[in-house]
């Protein structure tokens, strides 16, 4: 049998872990661009955090594990949490162990940097899923339970067709009563854009922030953002193409909670949709939302079906 050897990422390893991570994750290829850019530049990428299994010369596997070491907003490093955001291990060398070491290492790692609670695989702003997909890796998710990982919550991913899209006529009437009663529906404004990412990171979370600013900053196109305002400030906003510039993903999304029940949700997934059709895309997808929150159950309305379910895990570390 040959033998396997655990280690830290060098540089040379890059080309092979883009190769070996799509033989191992088939349901979910990568690119060696955007493993560069979300693993390798990450301002909290440690070498050492990404355990690499090396057989006969070869990537066999990895797991990374990764702690912050600058505060995804303020000052908060988030000190008791760390991160796995993702493991594998090539179809030859499975059933070995392999994965389970590897975790361990990954484990090893955060504890020796003061980590008390570590999830999976739910880091941001780099995350690649929102957490294990027990259907497509069941291996995988059952070597995770092993080490003492439970469920957190199973967010879901859904996917629209837009081909044959048409704006329904209440959504219209809705919004025309909405604009009647003082709103605004319409892309920001320069002087608007601060406000909006506070508006973005401070009522739903910091990433969502991050994610206006990031894809301001990379030039997405102005109305591909949608805001809705009233009295003076923000209520609301959807956007398109703000991750990794894919245009057909939808989001970030979110209606502030005082104006929830006034249909502005509703307003801003369709006007939203209709771009996206105007722009000629043929479908609109996210990864993330509760299968039973307010937020599931809009999509659903809107003819968004299920595609995935992940489950967000955690373990605590002794």
Same mark, same amino acid.
Request: proline fraction near 8%.
């Given at each position: 049998?040959?033998?396997?050897?655990?280690?830290?990422?060098?540089?040379?390893?890059?080309?092979?872990?883009?190769?070996?991570?799509?033989?191992?994750?088939?349901?979910?290829?990568?690119?060696?661009?955007?493993?560069?850019?979300?693993?390798?530049?990450?301002?909290?990428?440690?070498?050492?955090?990404l355990r690499v299994a090396v057989a006969d010369g070869r990537v066999?596997?990895?797991?990374?594990?990764?702690?912050?070491?600058?505060?995804?907003?303020?000052?908060?490093?988030?000190?008791?949490?760390?991160?796995?955001?993702?493991?594998?291990?090539?179809?030859?060398?499975?059933?070995r162990g392999v994965g389970r070491r590897l975790l361990d290492e990954?484990?090893?790692?955060?504890?020796?940097?003061?980590?008390?609670?570590?999830?999976?695989?739910?880091?941001?702003?780099?995350?690649?899923?929102?957490?294990?997909?027990?259907?497509?890796?069941?291996?995988?998710?059952?070597?995770?339970?092993?080490?003492?990982? /439970?469920?957190?919550?199973?967010?879901?991913?859904?996917?629209? $067709?837009?081909?044959g899209y048409v704006t329904p006529d209440d959504v219209r009437a809705?919004? /025309?009563?909405?604009?009647?009663?003082?709103?605004?529906?319409?892309?920001?404004?320069?002087?608007?854009?601060?406000?909006?990412?506070?508006?973005?990171?401070?009522?739903?979370?910091?990433?969502?922030?991050?994610?206006?600013?990031?894809?301001?900053?990379?030039?997405?196109?102005?109305?591909?953002?949608?805001?809705?305002?009233?009295?003076?400030?923000?209520?609301?906003?959807?956007?398109?193409?703000?991750?990794? $510039?894919?245009?057909?993903?939808?989001?970030?999304? $979110?209606?502030?909670?005082?104006?929830?029940?006034?249909?502005?949700?509703?307003?801003?997934?369709?006007?939203?949709?209709?771009?996206?059709?105007?722009? $000629?895309?043929?479908?609109?997808?996210?990864?993330?939302?509760?299968?039973?929150?307010?937020?599931?159950?809009?999509?659903?309305?809107?003819?968004?079906?299920?595609?995935?379910?992940?489950?967000?895990?955690?373990?605590?570390?002794?």
């Amino acid at each position: 049998m040959t033998e396997t050897t655990i280690r830290g990422f060098v540089p040379h390893d890059a080309r092979d872990l883009v190769n070996a991570w799509n033989r191992c994750l088939p349901h979910d290829p990568i690119t060696a661009g955007w493993f560069r850019d979300s693993v390798l530049l990450d301002p909290n990428f440690d070498p050492e955090g990404l355990r690499v299994a090396v057989a006969d010369g070869r990537v066999a596997g990895c797991a990374y594990a990764v702690r912050r070491l600058t505060p995804l907003a303020g000052t908060d490093l988030e000190p008791e949490t760390g991160w796995i955001p993702f493991f594998f291990v090539d179809p030859r060398h499975r059933r070995r162990g392999v994965g389970r070491r590897l975790l361990d290492e990954a484990l090893g790692f955060l504890r020796a940097a003061g980590r008390t609670r570590v999830d999976f695989a739910s880091y941001t702003p780099n995350y690649f899923l929102p957490g294990a997909d027990a259907e497509a890796y069941p291996a995988g998710y059952a070597t995770l339970r092993a080490l003492g990982f /439970a469920d957190l919550y199973s967010p879901v991913a859904m996917d629209r $067709g837009l081909v044959g899209y048409v704006t329904p006529d209440d959504v219209r009437a809705l919004q /025309a009563t909405r604009t009647a009663e003082g709103y605004e529906f319409r892309p920001p404004d320069d002087g608007e854009l601060p406000e909006l990412i506070r508006f973005a990171g401070e009522v739903f979370n910091p990433d969502w922030g991050e994610a206006v600013r990031n894809a301001v900053l990379g030039g997405i196109p102005r109305d591909r953002i949608l805001l809705a305002r009233t009295a003076g400030r923000p209520a609301g906003f959807a956007m398109y193409g703000a991750y990794r $510039g894919i245009p057909e993903r939808f989001g970030p999304f $979110g209606v502030d909670p005082a104006e929830r029940g006034t249909g502005l949700g509703k307003i801003l997934l369709h006007a939203v949709m209709t771009r996206m059709r105007a722009e $000629g895309l043929h479908s609109s997808w996210f990864l993330w939302t509760g299968e039973a929150s307010p937020a599931g159950h809009l999509y659903a309305k809107a003819g968004y079906t299920i595609t995935r379910r992940f489950h967000v895990m955690r373990c605590r570390l002794g």
